[in-house]
């Protein structure tokens, strides 16, 4: 099975902040990787799919990169709105989700 | 647009057994596979499983953690899928999302196994 390393579980960042958060897959899951955000009480919200597409109508400041066992999401402005717990999910072989990021205003 | 709708959930016994459903509509329901994934509270997501599309015969494959009790089932007459759970323990307390890959989830249904 494949494991999924995120980091950090939790970040502290204020307004304009650039931001950036990591997975690490236990073994090459190629381009299969997408992300989420997830409000309280909401269901998760796609926002990146296969690496570095953005899903329809969000945010450009929104960005993922990566390939093979390493990946990030960007937030490349921080907005208020943007405040929720980030998962990373890879789709290779099944389906296996990061430990999440929660993600708060300083 | 897509819809996906989940029903079914509630409270159970423990070594009881319920059965999932959601209502899939807005796209072609057999050109894909389709998803369960759950969500204890404060936790992450952890994926059950999926049935495969017609033109991959609607096999499916699970979650080793959850193989053997749970199976996941389709209607393509009425584009619903099912999850039907046996033996449910206490940690099986979450909701429940079914889901389309690229992003299409349910609003989730909640699931209590508790005595």
């Given at each position: 099975?494949?494991?999924?390393?995120?980091?950090?579980?939790?970040?502290?960042?204020?307004?304009?902040?650039?931001?950036t958060i990591?997975?690490?897959?236990?073994?090459?899951?190629?381009?299969?990787?997408?992300?989420?955000?997830?409000?309280?009480?909401?269901?998760?919200?796609?926002?990146?799919?296969?690496?570095?597409?953005l899903h329809?109508?969000?945010?450009?400041?929104?960005?993922?990169?990566?390939?093979?066992?390493?990946?990030?999401?960007?937030?490349?402005?921080?907005?208020?709105?943007?405040?929720?717990?980030?998962?990373?999910?890879?789709?290779?072989?099944?389906?296996?989700?990061?430990?999440?990021?929660?993600?708060?205003?300083? | 647009?897509?819809?996906?709708?989940?029903?079914?959930?509630?409270?159970?016994?423990?070594?009881?057994?319920?059965?999932l459903s959601?209502?899939?509509?807005?796209?072609?329901?057999?050109?894909?596979?389709?998803?369960?994934?759950?969500?204890?509270?404060?936790?992450?997501?952890?994926?059950?499983?999926?049935?495969?599309?017609?033109?991959?015969?609607?096999?499916?494959?699970?979650?080793?953690?959850?193989?053997?009790?749970?199976?996941?089932?389709?209607?393509?007459?009425?584009?619903?899928?099912?999850?039907?759970?046996?033996?449910?323990?206490?940690?099986?307390?979450?909701?429940?999302?079914?889901?389309?890959?690229?992003?299409?989830?349910?609003?989730?249904?909640?699931?209590?196994?508790?005595?």
């Amino acid at each position: 099975d494949i494991q999924m390393t995120q980091s950090p579980s939790f970040l502290s960042a204020s307004v304009g902040d650039r931001v950036t958060i990591n997975c690490k897959a236990s073994q090459n899951i190629n381009k299969y990787l997408d992300w989420y955000q997830q409000k309280l009480g909401e269901a998760p919200k796609l926002l990146i799919y296969n690496t570095n597409s953005l899903h329809t109508g969000i945010p450009s400041r929104f960005s993922g990169s990566g390939s093979g066992t390493d990946f990030t999401l960007t937030i490349s402005s921080l907005q208020p709105e943007d405040v929720a717990t980030y998962f990373c999910l890879q789709h290779n072989s099944g389906w296996t989700f990061g430990g999440g990021t929660k993600l708060e205003l300083k | 647009e897509v819809k996906l709708l989940e029903s079914g959930g509630g409270l159970v016994q423990p070594g009881g057994s319920m059965r999932l459903s959601c209502a899939a509509s807005g796209f072609t329901f057999t050109d894909f596979y389709m998803y369960w994934i759950r969500q204890p509270a404060g936790k992450a997501p952890e994926w059950l499983g999926f049935i495969r599309n017609k033109a991959n015969g609607y096999t499916t494959e699970y979650n080793p953690s959850v193989k053997g009790r749970f199976t996941i089932s389709r209607d393509n007459t009425q584009n619903m899928l099912y999850l039907q759970m046996n033996t449910l323990r206490a940690e099986d307390t979450a909701t429940y999302y079914c889901a389309r890959w690229p992003g299409y989830w349910g609003q989730g249904v909640m699931v209590t196994v508790s005595s």
